[in-house]
Antibody, heavy 121, light 110 residues
Framework: QVQLVESGGGVVQPGRSLRLSCVAS????????MHWVRQAPGKGLEWVAI????????YYAESVKGRFTISRDNSKNTMYLQMNSLRAEDTAVYYC??????????????WGQGTLVTVSS | QSALSQPASVSGSPGQSITISCTGT?????????VSWHQHHPGKAPKLIIY???KRPSGLSNRFSGSKSGNTASLTISGLQAEDEADYYC??????????FGGGTKLTVL
């Protein structure tokens, strides 16, 4: 079955950087778009970014554009989220998620358990 | 991109049916058939329950159904059960090639 395992979360000071990883298994990784979604404490889900299956497109939420970079290594079945210039408002549980559509993204079908990022001095 | 609009809370008794609405614009919900619904029990991974507006993942109970009219999508849960108590989020593709979630609805089973 589909498994998504995030890692890399932790406590980081404002202005610093952090890289999250997501290792995928149970499906053909290079056929699906992959998303990052976050949930701040006590808040709802917020979509962060998507990386298309073949690397041809990447899109970001306005709140992270220019600071976060999504990438993937299909040879390792792994997706990454490089987060720079972190702010207190980036504090959240970050979820890795698989798209439901083959090639063309249609929405999230599977979620990881999440990794907590806390931005604090 | 503004969040889609959902009621903050809904409630129902076991066995009853409830409907959660998700209102957007022509640039998201109304313009595309890529609306999904996710169930989230706090502390656990969210779970997909509806995709492409009306489709259920394989193996999911047919008590869950989705629909759309204009800029508003809806999730209906029939035959409410105690384990349905959770937060529910809608999500839609947008014209900016991004995705947007609703603010979430807390379902209480009385």
């Amino acid at each position: 079955q589909v498994q998504l395992v995030e890692s890399g979360g932790g406590v980081v000071q404002p202005g610093r950087s952090l890289r999250l990883s997501c290792v995928a298994s149970g499906f053909t990784f290079n056929s699906y778009g992959m998303h990052w979604v976050r949930q701040a404490p006590g808040k709802g889900l917020e979509w962060v970014a998507i990386f298309w299956y073949d690397g041809s497109n990447e899109y970001y939420a306005e709140s992270v554009k220019g600071r976060f970079t999504i990438s993937r290594d299909n040879s390792k079945n792994t997706m990454y989220l490089q987060m720079n210039s972190l702010r207190a408002e980036d504090t959240a549980v970050y979820y890795c998620a698989k798209d439901v559509g083959i090639a063309t993204p249609r929405g999230i079908s599977n979620w990881g358990q999440g990794t907590l990022v806390t931005v604090s001095s | 991109q503004s969040a889609l609009s959902q009621p903050a809370s809904v409630s129902g008794s076991p066995g009853q049916s409830i409907t959660i609405s998700c209102t957007g614009t022509i640039s998201d919900v109304g313009g595309y058939n890529y609306v999904s619904w996710h169930q989230h029990h706090p502390g656990k991974a969210p779970k997909l329950i509806i995709y492409d507006v009306t489709k259920r993942p394989s193996g999911l109970s047919n008590r869950f159904s989705g629909s759309k009219s204009g800029n508003t999508a809806s999730l209906t849960i029939s035959g409410l059960q105690a384990e349905d108590e959770a937060d529910y989020y809608c999500s839609s593709f947008t014209g900016s090639n991004t995705w947007v979630f609703g603010g979430g609805t807390k379902l209480t089973v009385l």
